[in-house]
């Protein structure tokens, strides 16, 4: 499931993280709960500029290979990490098996109710109001309020008439 | 509308208040379509949406087939079975030919094998129907809207709802999860069994008289709640009224979720004394939450002068 803070979720067979530098640090309080408690792990590093990254093909074969009760972590750049969650949930992770926490910039989709286009909208980190603006859509150029109904199927969160 | 016409009206209303409930009850006459006077104005309307507008009426998954399948036989059983005269189908093993008197139409195809018509199964027969249709994949204890043809909704949209679970698509009704009423329902919904069908009717109202109040033209016939007088109320405003069933699927165990929106303007609610005294008790004591959701806060205070107008006349 996508969360604010990784937490630590006990009793699982083995305890997976795949990350990079930033993220590392998110995860960081998991991994010393898991080492203190002495539980085997497995860290992958992806998505980083430098030579320790690695390619998603290798990623997708390392989930692949993990057995029923394991428990992965993925804490990323959000835009790395939606294309990360939907390889996991294509290999068979469940959103009970897994906790996705992103950072950075995040990119909100707009299903515009008149046209069905999608608006993408930065949202920044460090908004506290999580509340979007009005937007117009890029397509047809109405007036959208961005609602809280999502779609996981689209991606994206319902735009309805900001305006009659 | 004719006398008869107002008789058949599916009135939703008991008591003088009304609330979100799960107000299902069993459907004694186990048929899923209804064959109104109105049938070939609707379905030619229905025709002419699905035409212009095919990603906004017509929407399924690729895993759907088997089930639109049964669900062209389930609805070709019920329209042969009670409208004979209307509606008939002609059988050599899986060769079909489906015939549409009142059309003047036959489509001959093998069932099982979509490339044989001209759309997919669901698509196919909900051409030939007044309801909108809504299939419901049950899996995972969850119920996904995997597949619909939906021309005349209330203001929402299937192309942004497809494959969403039962509590995503109605997230966004005021109440309803912080009263679990999504969970009680979801739940009653998982038990119902084949052969047990049941309905309930929904409600609201329309500042005009489109069949098509999708959210996708919502800035067109939203305009119209701006036009609401207590001088026009009577004709311009209906009450609309949609008849929701909903069947278990033997074969796939899915859920065929049928959907048949009527409309009746206010004037002629106001012609029955009873309907008149309960329709404004209601809409005075309607919650704001209530009110806001079905659309009806900017108008209700007109609509509400026009009906006590008429009660007055009444007395």
């Known amino acids: 499931m996508n969360t604010e803070k990784a937490t630590f979720i006990p009793d699982k067979r083995k305890y997976l993280f795949l990350t990079d530098q930033k993220g590392l640090v998110i995860l960081q309080h998991v991994i010393d709960a898991v080492v203190e ?11 980083g500029s430098s030579e320790d990254e690695t390619p998603q093909t290798d990623v997708s074969m390392w989930l692949s290979q993990q057995k029923m009760g394991n428990f992965l972590y993925v804490s990323l750049q959000w835009d790395k990490l939606d294309s990360i969650k939907r390889l996991a949930e294509d290999i068979g992770f469940s959103n009970e098996e897994a906790q996705y926490i992103g950072y950075g910039e995040k990119k909100t989709n707009v299903f515009c109710c008149r046209c069905h286009g999608i608006t993408v909208v930065r949202e920044k980190e460090t908004s506290e109001e999580k509340e979007l603006p009005e937007i117009r859509c890029k397509h047809c150029d109405l007036l959208l309020s961005v609602s809280d109904h999502y779609s996981s199927l689209r991606d994206a969160y319902l735009g309805y008439v900001a305006k009659l | 509308m004719q006398v008869d016409e107002l008789r058949r009206f599916p009135y939703p209303f008991k008591g ?4 979100y409930s799960n107000n299902s009850t069993p459907l004694e006459h186990a048929c899923s379509i209804e064959v109104t006077s109105g049938y070939l104005r609707e379905i030619g309307l229905k025709r002419k949406l699905l035409s212009k507008y095919p990603e ?3 929407q399924s998954r690729s895993h759907t087939l088997q089930g639109q399948w049964e669900i062209l036989e389930f609805v070709s059983e019920h329209l042969t079975t009670y409208h004979p005269d209307k509606f008939m189908v002609r059988k050599n093993g899986n060769e079909w030919t489906f015939i549409n008197k009142l059309l003047r139409e036959e489509q001959s195809f093998t069932f099982g094998d979509e490339t044989t018509l001209p759309f997919e199964p669901l698509d196919f027969i909900g051409r030939h129907v007044q309801e909108d249709m809504i299939f419901m994949m049950q899996r995972d204890g969850d119920l996904f809207l995997d597949a619909g043809q939906l021309c005349f909704p209330a203001n929402w949209s299937l192309a942004f709802n497809v494959g969403m679970s039962f509590k995503e698509i109605h997230q966004p009704i005021p109440g309803f999860n912080e009263e679990k009423l999504d969970e009680r329902i979801l739940k009653f919904i998982m038990q119902m069994e084949a052969g047990d069908p049941w309905w309930r009717k929904n409600w609201s109202l329309m500042a005009g008289n489109r069949l098509d109040a999708s959210i996708e033209t919502f800035d067109e016939w939203g305009q119209d709640r701006k036009k609401v007088t207590k001088e026009n109320a009577g004709e311009f405003v209906h009450l609309r009224v949609e008849v929701q069933k909903l069947f278990r699927l033997p074969l796939t165990n899915g859920i065929l979720f049928t959907i048949h929106t009527h409309l009746l303007p206010l004037k002629k ?11 404004t008790n209601i809409l005075a ?5 209530i009110a806001e959701y079905k659309g009806i806060v900017s108008y209700r205070n007109s609509v509400l002068q026009y009906l006590e107008e008429r009660l007055k006349e009444r007395r």
């Open chain 1, 37 to 47: 408690s002495n539980l085997p792990f497995e860290l992958v590093f992806i998505g």
């Open chain 2, 56 to 58: 906004r009426c017509y």
């Open chain 2, 269 to 279: 609610l106001a012609s029955k004394r009873e309907w008149l005294e309960q329709f």
């Open chain 2, 16 to 19: 003088d208040m009304y609330r």
């Open chain 2, 285 to 289: 004591e309607l919650p704001s939450h």
